[in-house]
């Protein structure tokens, strides 16, 4: 059974956390603000459901976060397959940038980041937004 964060009904659909959410055949997560250092923190972890889903990912920093160099790694079941490195102010293209992904069925989904520049902590996070296909 894959780890899904539930909603409570008082919640808001803006809510945040490492977990994905299912709404039908569409799934998002957000992280929030994540503080990381020079040590990887986690931005999301999940495991996806026995379907696949085609996803935009984008990363996101504060704008005190826009003086250092901050690295976005996505693993898929413990395997890195995608790795940013976002530099200084948010002419960084890849900040602007969606990553599209296939994210493979009953797979376990983790983002983490961290600063390159320095061991201060900076607020970071991740969005992802997706359509779910071959849901049984």
Do not use: C
């Not at 994905?20 to 990887?40: D, E, K, P, Q």
């Not at 996806?48 to 920093?61: D, G, K, N, Q, V």
């Not at 797979?107 to 992802?128: I, P």
Request: hydrophobic letters at 40%; zero cysteines; glycine letters at 6%.
């Amino acid at each position: 059974m894959p780890h899904t964060d539930t909603i409570p009904v008082s919640a808001s659909i803006a809510s945040t956390g490492k977990g994905i959410r299912y709404v039908g055949n569409h799934v998002w997560a957000n992280s929030g603000l994540v503080s990381v250092t020079n040590v990887a923190g986690t931005l999301l972890s999940f495991s996806t459901a026995p379907s696949y889903i085609l996803a935009e990912i984008m990363f996101f920093y504060d704008s005190v976060a826009q003086a250092d160099n901050i690295k976005y790694i996505i693993y898929l079941n413990n395997q890195i397959v995608y790795s940013i490195q976002l530099n200084q102010a948010t002419t960084d293209p890849g900040a602007q940038t969606p990553l599209t992904i296939l994210l493979p069925p009953t797979t376990t989904v983790k983002m983490t980041a961290y600063n390159l520049t320095d061991t201060d902590s900076q607020d970071v996070g991740a969005t992802l937004t997706g359509r779910v296909y071959g849901a049984a």
